[in-house]
T-cell receptor
């Protein structure tokens, strides 16, 4: 069963533009995480936001969390061609030991 | 640097063959996971393990088994490979009850079953 659902499925932008990806989930959570996957590679952890946090920043990344709507967004500012990848949200479903992933958003940043 | 190593990046097998996918982590993590990734479906959990010789089924365990004889190694076994098991397989590990559940992934094993 999928906990997180990302939107849009694919996003194509120009370098320098901002990219926003959204994630919705179904059950209560302790935290929500975002991962990045370059084509054909494994996933890499980007940022985690806890259920009692509303916004978190890391470099060019900004994550928001709205637990009342069971949704999160990932904003990448001033995008670069190197940001081209798939981005996944993952939730813990109320536990700490098993993450459930959505289908991901494919981001293409054109020079 | 933390490392999760999957023994094979690319494999081609024939229908009915027994397939072993090996994963080793060097972080002394208690939890290890096998996910399957297919286009449009994201990552689906096959099996996970919280401890040596311990395993629990994930969302799609049918057609798979696992083995964890040592803490650092978690193997995924396809007893009789079928074409619908052609996929990308991702191994991951995490600290048990870490408070975050952050996963560390290997590079993936792309399996093609002919």
């Amino acid at each position: 069963s999928q906990q997180g659902e990302e939107d849009p499925q694919a996003l194509s932008i120009q370098e320098g533009e901002n990219a926003t990806m959204n994630c919705s989930y179904k059950t209560s959570i302790n935290n929500l995480q975002w991962y990045r996957q370059n084509s054909g590679r494994g996933l890499v952890h980007l940022i985690l936001i806890r259920s009692n946090e509303r916004e978190k920043h890391s470099g060019r990344l900004r994550v928001t969390l709205d637990t009342s709507k069971k949704s999160s967004s990932l904003l990448i500012t001033a995008s670069r061609a190197a940001d081209t990848a798939s981005y996944f949200c993952a939730t813990d479903g109320g536990g700490y030991n098993k993450l459930i992933f959505g289908a991901g958003t494919r981001l293409a940043v054109h020079p | 640097d933390v490392k999760v190593t999957q023994s094979s990046r690319y494999l081609v097998k024939r229908t009915g063959e027994k397939v072993f996918l090996e994963c080793v982590q060097d972080m002394d993590h208690e939890n290890m996971f096998w996910y399957r990734q297919d286009p449009g479906l994201g990552l689906r959990l096959i099996y996970f393990s919280y401890d040596v010789k311990m395993k629990e089924k994930g969302d799609i365990p049918e057609g798979y088994s696992v083995s964890r004889e040592k803490k650092e190694r978690f193997s995924l076994i396809l007893e009789s490979a079928s074409t619908n098991q052609t996929s990308m397989y991702l191994c991951a590990s995490s600290i048990h009850n870490s408070g975050t559940g952050e996963l560390f992934f290997g590079e993936g094993s792309r399996l093609t079953v002919l």
